[in-house]
């Protein structure tokens, strides 16, 4: 039967999923939701044969799939594989990966990569992102990268311990280019918020209908976040049968200047002349919600409500006097906000992307590329148990931002560059998404409202305390492709 990748509200017990979800790797439909990460970048070898045999062997052994990723909630016991029993683990190439394994692609043929992008890969559209130039990245991420492995769990130790393993059978197949190691932050309430302070991972496109059941309870009338399988599936154009998908991944290691964030949210409040009750106000207007979820278009101060606030979009705000157009989760998810007038709400939402990223710290023993990747992810692991959202004066942080989708230039470039960069979106002079923005910036300044709900606005800038530091483009293909890449040469 042909799977439809229109449908949403999946129940995974339907026989018409499951050999989907089977062959499918986690961490694409649902987040992994383990503390502790870690992300290895490898280089192949020339020896073509062997690095096949084993990356055979890592998806009989350890990788994750989304069915049995949802059996157990996240994580599922490895049976007689020496895998710790919560491990989760993926495993991505890059176009370049393909090729070094002998593949070769037609253009226009049924077995090339949908997407041009993916191809070409993310240093090339470091002008069209404006990113830094690549001379500007960390070293490690200027190198050719083939594959990206990424291993998560819940037990620092035991991910410890499996990463060890890794780098062991790594060694004769491939380079270890580059590691990046990240951990979930939560605040005092145990919730998941990133370097700044603000809850994270809160508003998702959801597959599922045990997800979209949770959501319904607090309405889906103003902001359906149901998205269909097409949003970040697509056939993997080297698997067999009606059933193998993939999915394309963007990887940014963006880094967060959270002292310069903190001084300057403190210069708006000065700006703005908020009073000390405010006090948390100036931050909400640059994310579009308060540091415990609160949205600012809905509230004008903190609610402290669990779930968070999800059920809104902007239409009772469409001169951004209580969000301003600026705010980050406005720019990224405008919800059919009416001053669009080139998209209608079915089109942006297309544009939609699944997160799935982590925050890291590290300090400068992590930072010297002169290391070898051993010692040096050794001490990015070490550091990782100390991890605290209050960075220390030599430690850099911020987030190892991932995102899944179907389409690299439609989803998040189109989300990137045409609105986040954008100063006239979403409407004339809006300026940069004051969190994510990239660019140089132009005369227009963002335009701050001084009351929630009032005209009255100060002129202030806000953007560029996040800096990306490199990443690449990846595709997870299906289980199956991964099994078989050794025995059958498909080149
Ligand atoms: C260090 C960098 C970043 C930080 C600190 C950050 C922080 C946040 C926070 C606090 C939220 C609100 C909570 C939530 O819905 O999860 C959010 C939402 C979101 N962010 Fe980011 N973000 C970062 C980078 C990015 C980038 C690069 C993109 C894409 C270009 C992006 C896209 C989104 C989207 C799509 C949402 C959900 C908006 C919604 O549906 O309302 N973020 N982010």
Redesign the pocket.
């Known amino acids: 039967m042909v799977v439809d990748l229109t449908q949403s509200n999946i129940d995974p017990n339907n026989p018409i999923y499951q050999p989907l979800l089977a062959d499918l790797q986690g961490n694409i439909l649902t987040s992994h939701d383990c503390d502790y990460s870690a992300h290895i970048f490898i280089q192949f070898k020339p020896n073509r044969n062997a690095v096949r045999q084993w990356i055979a062997n890592f998806a009989k052994t350890r990788i994750t799939s989304a069915q049995r990723q949802g059996e157990t909630g996240g994580q599922f016991p490895q049976k007689n594989t020496g895998a710790s029993p919560g491990l989760f683990a993926n495993f991505l190439l890059s176009y370049k990966g393909y090729e070094a394994l002998g593949f070769k692609f037609q253009v226009g043929g049924n077995r090339e990569f949908p997407s041009p992008a993916f191809k070409v890969g993310l240093a090339n559209f470091r002008s069209i992102l404006d990113d830094p130039p690549v001379e500007d990245w960390q070293p490690g991420f200027q190198t050719q990268i083939h594959g990206f492995i990424l291993l998560a769990d819940d037990d620092w130790s035991q991910l410890n311990n499996q990463a060890k393993i890794l780098f062991e059978e790594l060694e004769p197949i491939a380079d270890i280019v580059n590691t990046e190691v990240g951990r979930v932050l939560r605040n005092s309430k145990g919730q998941a918020i ?3 302070g ?7 496109p959801l597959f599922f209908k045990e997800d979209l059941d949770r959501a319904k309870q607090q309405g889906i009338d103003k902001w359906d976040p149901s998205a269909p399988l097409e949003l970040v599936l697509v056939k993997d154009p080297l698997g067999e049968g009606e059933y193998s998908f993939g999915s394309y991944c963007v990887y ?1 290691k ?1 880094e ?1 200047d959270v002292s310069g964030f903190k001084a300057a949210e403190k210069a708006l409040f000065q700006t703005l002349k908020l009073s000390k009750k405010e006090e948390e106000r100036a931050g909400a207007l640059v ?3 308060f540091r415990d ?1 609160t949205p600012i278009t809905q509230f004008p101060t903190e609610q402290n409500v669990d779930p968070v606030p ?1 059920n809104f979009n902007y239409d009772e705000d469409l001169r951004g006097v209580k969000c301003p157009f600026h705010a ?2 406005r720019k ?2 405008p ?1 059919g906000d009416k001053n669009d007038r080139h998209q209608t709400i079915e089109e942006q939402r297309q544009h ?2 699944v ?1 799935r ?1 982590i925050s890291y710290g590290e300090l400068p023993n992590a930072r010297h590329h002169s290391l070898s990747p051993q010692v040096r992810f050794n001490n990015q692991l070490a550091h990782l148990q100390n991890l605290t959202r209050y960075p220390g004066e030599d430690e850099k942080v ?2 190892l ?1 991932l ?1 899944f989708q179907s389409d690299l230039f439609n989803q ?1 470039m189109f ?2 560059k045409n609105w ?1 960069n954008n100063h006239h979106f979403v409407t004339y002079t809006t300026g940069f998404d004051a ?2 923005g990239q660019g140089k910036p132009k005369t227009s300044r963002q335009k701050w409202h001084n009351q929630w709900g009032e005209n009255e606005v100060t002129e202030f800038d806000f953007y560029h305390f ?1 800096t990306m530091q490199g990443g690449e483009y990846f595709f997870a293909p299906s289980i199956s492709f991964l099994k078989t890449i050794a025995s059958n040469f498909r080149e």
């Not at 603000?198 to 998702?204: M, P, Y």
């Open positions: 990133e370097h700044f603000f809850r994270d991972g809160v508003s998702q940014r963006l967060q994310v579009g919600r979820g999800n980050h989760i990224v998810n919800r939609r992307i997160r990223a911020g987030l931002f995102c998040f989300m990137q986040s969190l994510v996040v």
